[in-house]
């Protein structure tokens, strides 16, 4: 799993270049994300071959080791790529039906491992892929001399360009406005997902990200003690805590978000109040079998067909308050019922 020091510290750009008939030839990102790096570090002209492992496929683009493994096997069978398995400098890949298009995205590698503040979330995450498209679009955009610093687009506009929902597009925008990412002047918004609005893209904030990411990933000095098996097994616990933390984390925070939206409107907030006070008196009513039983019961019906019109109204639903686990047989916490722990663990560990 790990690379030399000379391949992982080889001086190559920090970016790839994505075609844009490249998102219209696949509808997998990972694909898409994988042929382009061989596209951007490969040259026919100059005899160049993307000399990529799989290991540093998966750190650079955030992928596991069997998607890299079945993508990049797929990419051969279909005649996409191609690979000298002559040379023993690397793997060797070439883009065999290379564009000659000269439209392209450009993607930062830092994007796919920096933590973003998105406000309504109560914590910092990664960007989702399609969230990662979407910014990159519209920073590419913006950073061509003709687009004078900005992108003027629609959110079908987007979807048709990247090969993705407009829905999709459009709960992209929104996280990368709250998260600072990028600007829309209200004056500069189209009314609806087919007009065109005015884009911007937060540079500062970028280019600290970028500096942020590129001190944490510098190549840390070797250690001189080599670590004992119970600190290994220590540290692989912890790590092993770590990440089913962050997973109950992101689980419950979205649970919070929506239960805050759901509070702060007084019409719901008195509705919601007066359906749970029934449930206590309608349990005393049903141990002492009191006459009004069944007039508690269809108060409380009545009370919940208010509140779900109300939730409706208010675009949340029943599933946006229970917590969506990772993994549906231990809930996030890495053991089953019967106390034994869950396979549901990657094998290569946590994602740093």
Not at 3 to 27: C, D, F, M, T, W
Not at 141 to 151: I, Y
Not at 158 to 174: D, E, M, Y
Not at 208 to 237: C, M, T
Request: hydrophobic share 30%; net charge positive.
């Amino acid at each position: 799993m790990t690379e030399s020091a000379v391949q992982l510290n080889e001086a190559v750009p920090g970016y790839i270049r994505v075609p844009y008939s490249y998102y219209k030839r696949h509808g997998c990102r990972s694909k898409i994300l994988l042929l382009s790096t061989i596209f951007t570090f490969s040259d026919p002209k100059e005899s160049k071959t993307c000399n990529f492992s799989y290991s540093r496929f998966e750190k650079k683009l955030d992928l596991s080791h069997g998607t890299v493994a079945r993508e990049i096997k797929s990419l051969k069978e279909s005649g996409e790529i191609t690979q000298d398995k002559s040379r023993r400098a690397g793997a060797a890949y070439s883009d065999a039906k290379r564009t000659k298009e000269k439209g392209f995205v450009k993607i930062e590698f830092y994007l796919y491992h920096t933590q973003f503040n998105v406000r309504g979330e109560r914590e910092a995450r990664y960007l989702t892929k399609a969230e990662i498209d979407v910014l990159c679009l519209i920073k590419t955009h913006c950073a061509n001399e003709r687009g004078e610093g900005v992108f003027l687009g629609s959110a079908r506009g987007i979807a048709g360009t990247l090969n993705l929902s407009k829905t999709t597009v459009q709960k992209a925008i929104t996280t990368l406005l709250r998260a600072g990412l990028v600007y829309r002047p209200a004056e500069d918004r189209g009314v609806n997902g087919h007009q065109r609005s005015v884009y911007t893209v937060n540079e500062k904030l970028l280019r600290r990200s970028e500096k942020n990411y590129n001190k944490s990933s510098a190549p840390a000095q070797p250690s001189r003690k080599a670590l004992s098996e119970e600190e290994k097994a220590a540290n692989a616990r912890a790590d092993r805590e770590r990440y089913y933390s962050e997973l109950r984390n992101r689980a419950l925070s979205r649970v919070a978000f929506f239960t805050d939206q759901l509070n702060i409107d007084d019409t719901y907030r008195r509705i919601n109040a007066a359906w749970k006070a029934t449930a206590p008196k309608i349990a005393r009513a049903e141990v002492f079998n009191l006459p009004e039983l069944e007039e508690l019961r269809k108060e409380k019906r009545r009370l919940g067909a208010q509140r779900a019109r109300r939730m409706a109204e208010l675009m949340i639903s029943e599933s946006d308050l229970i917590p969506q686990w990772h993994c549906r047989m231990c809930s996030d916490t890495g053991f089953l019922p019967n106390g034994k722990q869950c396979d549901c663990y990657p094998e290569r560990g946590r994602r740093r």
